[in-house]
């Protein structure tokens, strides 16, 4: 049996994805493939449990001032080293991602990312062999899939 190559879609080191499980529709993502694993902005993590599971409750921060309020069940933590060498100790949970007309399960961290330009960050573990990263440009793809600015 011949296995069929697969070619890889581009997506620009921006794009907007979309978190169907947690109902966020569209939100700004920068494509790191420095990163292993995605994360998110999120404030007031709070960890509950419920029916002998631990749901973690938290709000996503939209760099448009919006805030979304959302939960899922808690996965674990990672830890998780920063570029300037700091190791942090993030709860984590699985989700969808929509990039590109695709959806894919990943691992989301949980994190203060105030300080950053970017309410999400998308690892190459999440990229996987799918899609390969255009760094000279951004929005090349929507999250249903259909085209941006190429």
Not at 47 to 69: D, L
Not at 84 to 109: A, S
Not at 122 to 134: F, S, T, Y
Request: glycine share 6%; hydrophobic share 35%; proline share 3%.
């Amino acid at each position: 049996m011949v296995k069929k190559e697969r070619k890889k879609r581009v997506v620009g080191w921006k794009e907007n994805v979309a978190l169907p499980d947690l109902k966020i529709k569209k939100v700004i993502a920068k494509i790191d493939t420095g990163a292993n694993l995605c994360s998110i902005h999120a404030a007031d993590i709070q960890i509950k449990k419920k029916n002998k599971k631990e749901i973690v409750h938290f709000k996503v921060m939209k760099r448009n001032n919006t805030v979304k309020k959302a939960s899922a069940e808690l996965a674990g933590y990672k830890r998780i080293r920063s570029s300037d060498g700091d190791v942090e100790k993030r709860p984590y949970i699985k989700t969808e991602l929509l990039m590109d007309g695709i959806t894919k399960n990943i691992q989301l961290t949980l994190t203060d990312r105030a300080s950053m330009d970017y309410t999400m960050l998308i690892g190459r573990k999440a990229l996987g062999r799918r899609w390969m990263v255009k760094p000279s440009n951004s929005f090349l793809t929507n999250p249903d899939g259909k085209n941006g600015k190429k």
